[in-house]
């Protein structure tokens, strides 16, 4: 085994000096900086991570933490099978990437760790966490356990919730502006009456998205209408029964605004279920971009969120939260969106 002795000896400098490098000192010239990385490559050295984590008293462990909508606790790694995880499996894999290129390791646990805030606090204490990320928090009704993380001093950041305090901040796509700019595409189009079918408007991207659109009508001058406003959970086969439901009921509108992806596949069977045709008789957007978008009839347009950068950020927030480098408070990092215009939107039919 290659030892720290050995990397000094190799880059000519002591082993004091190769700890202070790997501990991520700035006392260090960049010339010793070098010679030690170089010898650490050339050697295949290893540090021990967990003798570091005992001599800085902070480990190298993120825990990741998985909420439903329901506010029914964390997920398990099967639970990430449910369509409405869809986007967050590449947000996973940006942030298990970031983490392991900033010499980080992450925790999924597998089953809730403690009902109550207290309980909660404790386990991560318990596991030396040095900072949790929090993707897909419900904040209403509020979650006892986010207070806690909120109020107490482990680093915290959420994705897609509005956390924010002297140890937490958040990451998010703007939800606002994607959604504005897929209502503005329609109407451009042509489209007045617009359906916008909502996973939940008791979670921020779906409040987010659904203001977005009621902005973009207000601009044109069009008054929104409630009734043409529909809940139907973020799950494709929600959005299925919702949809299809709503066609039971009425077909005075061109188009539908699905508050993701998935739940627009969910609306394009029930469209074809009830003989219209999309574009033609009615236009059809979705919110992501997922890869299963793209291989739709007609292929969906959507507004593309950059899964890798929220994942990259929220790594890179936390860890400038861990080690004293951000702002106080930490600031949020707000991501941008991209219309993508494919061929499930056309003009507005001359009949409505």
Same mark, same amino acid.
């Given at each position: 085994?290659?030892?720290?002795?050995?990397?000094?000896?190799?880059?000519?400098?002591?082993?004091?000096?190769?700890?202070?490098?790997?501990?991520?000192? +700035?006392?260090?010239?960049?010339?010793?900086?070098?010679?030690?990385?170089?010898?650490?490559?050339?050697?295949?050295?290893?540090?021990?991570?967990?003798?570091? +984590?005992?001599?800085?008293?902070?480990?190298?462990?993120?825990?990741?933490?998985?909420?439903?909508?329901?506010?029914?606790?964390?997920?398990?790694?099967?639970?990430?099978?449910?369509?409405?995880?869809?986007?967050?499996?590449?947000?996973?894999?940006? =942030?298990?990437?970031?983490?392991?290129?900033?010499?980080?390791?992450?925790?999924? @646990?597998?089953?809730?760790?403690? %009902?109550?805030?207290?309980?909660?606090?404790?386990?991560?204490?318990?596991?030396?966490?040095?900072?949790?990320?929090?993707?897909?928090?419900?904040?209403?009704? &509020?979650?006892?356990?986010?207070?806690?993380?909120?109020?107490?001093?482990?680093?915290?950041?959420?994705?897609?919730?509005?956390?924010?305090?002297?140890?937490?901040?958040?990451? %998010?796509?703007?939800?606002?502006?994607?959604?504005?700019?897929?209502?503005?595409?329609?109407?451009?189009?042509?489209?007045?009456?617009?359906?916008?079918?909502?996973?939940?408007?008791?979670? $921020? @991207? !779906?409040?987010?998205?659904?203001?977005?659109?009621?902005?973009?009508?207000?601009?044109?001058?069009?008054?929104? *209408? &409630?009734?043409?406003?529909?809940?139907?959970?973020?799950?494709? *086969?929600?959005?299925? %029964?919702?949809?299809?439901?709503?066609?039971?009921?009425?077909?005075?509108?061109?188009?539908?605004?699905?508050?993701?992806?998935?739940?627009?596949?969910?609306?394009?069977?029930?469209?074809?279920?009830? !003989?219209?045709?999309?574009?033609?008789?009615?236009?059809?957007?979705?919110?992501?971009?997922?890869? $299963?978008?793209?291989?739709?009839?007609?292929?969906?347009?959507?507004?593309?969120?950059?899964?890798?950068?929220?994942?990259?950020?929220?790594?890179?927030?936390? =860890?400038?939260?861990?080690?004293? %480098?951000?702002?106080?408070?930490?600031?949020?990092?707000?991501?941008?969106?991209? $219309?993508?215009?494919?061929?499930?939107?056309?003009?507005? @039919?001359?009949?409505?």
């Amino acid at each position: 085994m290659v030892t720290s002795e050995q990397v000094a000896q190799l880059a000519g400098v002591s082993r004091a000096t190769v700890s202070r490098v790997l501990n991520g000192s +700035s006392r260090i010239s960049p010339e010793a900086k070098e010679r030690v990385h170089a010898a650490i490559a050339a050697l295949g050295y290893e540090p021990d991570v967990v003798a570091q +984590s005992l001599v800085r008293h902070r480990s190298r462990m993120l825990v990741l933490g998985l909420w439903s909508e329901d506010g029914e606790g964390e997920l398990n790694l099967s639970s990430l099978s449910k369509t409405s995880r869809y986007f967050y499996l590449d947000v996973l894999k940006s =942030i298990e990437n970031e983490a392991a290129s900033q010499g980080y390791d992450l925790l999924l @646990p597998s089953r809730p760790q403690g %009902k109550t805030p207290e309980n909660y606090i404790r386990s991560l204490q318990m596991r030396r966490v040095a900072g949790t990320i929090m993707v897909s928090l419900r904040l209403q009704p &509020p979650d006892p356990r986010i207070h806690a993380l909120l109020q107490g001093n482990i680093p915290t950041v959420f994705i897609d919730a509005a956390g924010h305090g002297s140890h937490a901040t958040y990451v %998010k796509a703007d939800h606002i502006d994607s959604a504005r700019q897929v209502t503005e595409h329609l109407l451009s189009l042509g489209h007045r009456r617009i359906v916008f079918l909502i996973g939940s408007l008791s979670d $921020l @991207p !779906g409040m987010e998205r659904l203001l977005g659109g009621q902005q973009a009508l207000a601009n044109a001058g069009i008054p929104f *209408d &409630p009734s043409l406003t529909r809940q139907g959970g973020w799950n494709v *086969d929600e959005a299925y %029964k919702t949809a299809s439901m709503l066609l039971d009921e009425r077909r005075d509108f061109t188009a539908i605004v699905a508050g993701s992806d998935v739940m627009a596949m969910g609306a394009l069977r029930a469209i074809h279920e009830h !003989g219209l045709r999309v574009p033609e008789d009615v236009s059809l957007t979705g919110f992501d971009d997922i890869e $299963l978008g793209h291989y739709t009839v007609p292929a969906l347009t959507t507004s593309r969120q950059d899964h890798d950068m929220i994942g990259r950020g929220a790594v890179q927030r936390l =860890i400038a939260i861990i080690e004293g %480098k951000a702002e106080n408070p930490p600031s949020p990092l707000i991501v941008p969106t991209q $219309l993508v215009v494919r061929q499930s939107t056309g003009p507005a @039919p001359s009949s409505l």
